[in-house]
């Protein structure tokens, strides 16, 4: 059954292919949606026909809207139905990890809904009460959540879900990471079991697997590009290195951004001290610049994110809070000013440009501490990365592998090593 959805729809080029609403098509229109990606040329056929569904695809694939549309569309058919209630009931629920998420959630919701009367809230935790409290009794269609922040309302009676009719998981993977797997389970227990249930994931481990198996019906399995053991870097970004000593990595930073056209730069920082600093920096140099970190509230996350958005301000500084969930369109650049601690962050973190087979480009400040966290990231894209000096920030004796002459250039100058020799990793001392 699900071979046919797939065979049938693969060569869809237009929203008009899947049946959707005349209010659903004008929307997705005025949005800019050309053409579905190929996860929603695979998933909205499937949930259209009513099938539970277990999906993974990468981050900036177009997920959210894969499953948003023939949801809206179903809401819409039972508006329709003169036995349907007038004060609106929760019929959709959306679990996500971050608070981020949620309100991306929310956002798309609203905009494809944008000519209906279908009404979308988010809830999370870091923010009061109240305003939640009033929208969910006021009624609300779809409530996209966090699992914490939800059992709170849950356990004041705010929530009715006995007209649930889809529960949706995105990102499972992630919340299974940050340990929300109890509260989704005791989550489950307390909604209907006459629901349609749809599971998306970045990357399915067995503990993932076993949740679906758990929940689920008989589940169509959708997938774009290959279920991996951690999230694919998207292919259209460009990655970059300027190998520097640690003390001139803001000094860079300011070169590289002032030699390079870069509408909407996304800087990540290891620490929140950094990430102050940098920013700091940044806008005595001249630029309009935001940060967050997990010392801002929730208000100021959401006023720095909106402002970045809006391309109010040019450069957004973060911590790792933003590698997951942060979802804005068209940002030019990722720049990396500390390399991140593992390979499945870098990929969170570059990942946030080249969405949605978009191009993009990663840069990363290197230094000779963080050699060996190059190498694993090397390793994992599969060939080594073009090294670029600047003269007078590459004949340091800190500098790692700078091409002989860098100094007397007058622009950046690129620099691919060779080849690894195998068994030995470039910047890691070998040791009996």
Known sequence: MMNSFVEDNASAESFDSFSLHPDLLRAVKELGFSRPTPVQVQAIPVISAGRDLTGTAQTGSGKTAAYLLPILNWLLVARSDPSAPHHPRTRVLVLVPTRELALQVEGVAKDLARFTKIRAAAVYGGVGME????????????????????????????????RLSFLVLDEADRMLDIGFMPDIRRIVERLPTNRQTLLFSATMPPAVASLAASIQKDPAQVSVGEALARPKIPDGIDHKIYPIPMHLKTALLVRILKDSPMPSV???????????????????????????????????????????????????????IAARGLDIEDISHVINYDLPQSVEDYIH????????????????????????????????????????????????????????????????????????????????RRTR
């Open 131 to 162: 305003p939640q409290t009033k929208a969910l009794r006021a009624g609300v269609e779809i409530v996209a959540a966090t699992p914490g922040r939800l059992l709170d309302h849950m356990g004041i009676g705010n929530t009715r879900f006995d």
């Open 266 to 320: 996304l800087v990540f920082a290891r620490t929140r001290h950094r990430a102050d600093m940098v920013a700091a920096e940044l806008a005595r140099a001249g630029y309009t610049v935001k940060c967050i970190h997990s010392d801002f509230s929730q208000p100021e996350r959401i006023a720095a994110l909106e402002a970045f958005r809006a391309r109010k301000v040019q450069i957004l500084v973060a911590t790792d």
């Open 349 to 428: 973190r570059v990942g946030r440009t080249g969405r949605a087979e978009a191009t993009g480009e990663a840069a990363s400040l290197v230094s000779l501490e963080e050699l060996h966290q190059l190498a694993a990231i090397e390793a994992e894209i599969g060939r080594s990365v073009p090294r670029l000096f600047y003269p007078g920030f590459a004949d340091g004796a800190e500098s790692p592998q700078a091409p002989p002459g860098t100094a007397a250039r007058t622009g950046p100058v690129v620099y691919t090593p060779p080849p690894q020799r195998p068994g030995v990793r470039r910047g890691v």
